[in-house]
């Protein structure tokens, strides 16, 4: 109040010296161009004078009156894609299994709004996103329980995806679902481990049927099959459908609901550190994230996000935040040395067209070799893709395509397989990256020991996009309940890690 009560003193002070002013009437005068030109000082230029300043003053009482406590009004510019300063979860990763953990977190809340949960995203063109560069399939021939039952469940929120996903006044959901199968082929020296599978996933719940050669023959007369001791194939919820659809949809849907989409990169975390004692003695240092920060692309502009809970799902580079943390970095072989086990690797997948080739009746056929291939649309086309020896992993700097790995590593072993494919043409290809669990090749799902309020859905190794409906439930239940509801997942939490015993996976593609 008293700089209004100066500012009024100021303008009568102005007011009085210009009344003192003589006023002067119109007057004409000739101009260099001898044009006349009329202009006017005195009473009518004394009136506006005021009335501009009038309108200064009232401008500036108005931003004043802004500023004021409960105002919305900033001297800054506010740059609009900031995420909110404050939320209840942050999901880290805007990938299709960090999308469906915020699709089930608003379906489990129980008041409208109850949860503020925020999607953080550093690539919205998902160019470089491990979802839609996959091959796209699903299906329950693994060899463990936990990965059967997650790939049952998923299969079955695809076949009702639109009582899930449908959204109002939208086109509804077409995954563009083929139901042609996985056909796994074994030679002498690993039939036995495919009827050990077998039993596994029929024992879960999964249609799956054992071919003898000569049965597989009759069903596929395009395969070669002499080296052939058994074959497994899938006679429901099985296929391959479109990656970037289920994405989408689940965006799309969990945005619907209220989630906070937000472009940024997590670039740190601000922690409370809390030591403790463990059973044998070691001293740990257990952390509690407070604050995401959260820096907008292109820019150094970041905006710290308060947080109770934090969703690690950041696929192959999701290690880096731990890193950030600073957790791992002990010793070997201790707790405060459990680091995260995941890394990216890089896979190729080629597209080949082959006018002789299977057709329609083309299942995802996996060789004991480790090639792949499935039909890719009609008109001949296939995409394949094969894993390479351990010691000859390629760079994960960027995603180029070594073009040779098809030439000497994957064509021979096509062309063994599917005589038709000795001839063929390579039309494109690109890569993608796994998020590849060093451990035991199986996902981890919940807390790190020493991330007091950081829960993890990472680790999958090829096979995240096919579970992400069941896994994303899964992490909810985590978080809202306290433990699994629906399936019993605890054999995929961190404790194994700890315990050193790893949960392997027999069935990786």
């Excluded at 108005?62 to 999901?91: C, H, T, Y």
């Excluded at 690690?312 to 010793?331: E, Q, R, W």
């Excluded at 062309?415 to 043409?425: Q, W, Y």
């Excluded at 306290?482 to 392997?504: C, H, N, V, W």
């Amino acid at each position: 109040m008293l700089t209004w009560r100066n500012m009024h003193v100021t303008v009568r002070t102005v007011s009085g010296l210009l009344n003192s002013h003589r006023v002067i009437r119109s007057r004409e005068c000739m101009c260099a161009h001898g044009r006349i030109r009329t202009f006017t000082t005195g009473r009518i230029l004394h009136n506006k004078f005021f009335k501009d300043l009038e309108n200064q003053f009232n401008a500036a009482r108005d931003k004043v009156a802004d500023a004021l406590p409960g105002s919305q009004w900033s001297p800054f510019e506010m740059n609009p894609n900031l995420p909110p300063e404050r939320a209840d979860i942050v999901i880290i990763g805007g990938g299709v299994i960090g999308w469906s953990i915020a699709y089930w977190l608003k379906k489990k809340e129980r008041v409208r709004d109850g949860v503020k949960v925020i999607v953080v995203e550093k690539d919205p063109t998902y160019s470089q996103a491990s979802t839609v560069l996959s091959a796209g399939g699903i299906r329950q021939q693994f060899s463990l329980t936990e990965n059967i039952q997650l790939s049952l469940a998923s299969a079955d929120f695809m076949r009702n995806i639109n009582e899930h996903l449908g959204v109002l006044n939208q086109e509804p959901v077409d995954l563009q679902f083929n139901h042609s199968g996985y056909l796994f082929v074994a030679n002498e020296s690993v039939a036995h481990i495919m009827e050990e599978n077998y039993s596994t996933q029929r024992f879960a719940g999964a249609k799956v049927s054992l071919l003898s050669p000569v049965q597989l023959k009759e069903k596929f007369p395009w395969i070669n099959t002499e080296d052939v001791a058994l074959a497994s194939y899938g006679l429901e919820n099985e296929g391959w459908f479109d990656p970037w659809t289920l994405l989408n949809a689940f965006r799309q849907k969990a945005i619907s609901m209220g989630v906070i989409q937000s472009i940024g990169e997590v670039t740190g975390f601000n922690c409370t550190l809390n030591r403790m004692d463990t059973v044998d003695g070691e001293t740990v240092d257990v952390k509690r994230i407070k604050h995401v920060n959260v820096r907008m692309p292109n820019s150094r502009e970041y905006q710290p996000v308060e947080c109770a809970i934090v969703v690690n799902a950041a696929g192959a580079f999701s290690a880096k935040l731990v890193d950030m943390m600073g957790i791992g970095t002990g010793p070997k072989d201790t707790l405060s040395g459990m680091a995260l086990p995941v890394e990216p690797r890089k896979r190729f997948i080629y597209v080949f067209n082959c006018p002789d080739g299977p057709g329609l009746d083309c299942p995802f056929l996996v060789d004991y070799s480790g090639i792949y291939f499935r039909r890719e649309g009609l008109g001949g086309n296939y995409i394949t893709g094969t894993s390479p020896e351990e010691d000859a992993e390629p760079d994960v700097s960027n995603l180029d395509v070594d073009h040779e790995f098809f030439q000497e590593k994957i064509w021979p072993s096509l062309a063994h397989r599917v005589p038709a494919f000795e001839s063929l043409k390579v039309t494109s290809a690109w890569a993608g990256y796994y998020d590849y669990n060093t451990f035991d090749q199986n996902a981890i799902l919940g807390i790190h020991p020493l991330a007091q309020n950081m829960f993890f859905a990472t680790g999958f190794s090829g096979h995240g996009l096919q579970q992400s409906p069941a896994a994303g439930r899964a992490v909810a239940e985590l978080i809202l309940d306290g433990s699994y509801q629906t399936l019993d997942l605890k054999g995929l939490g961190f404790q194994r890690i700890m315990a050193k015993e790893p949960l392997l996976e027999k069935n990786i593609v």
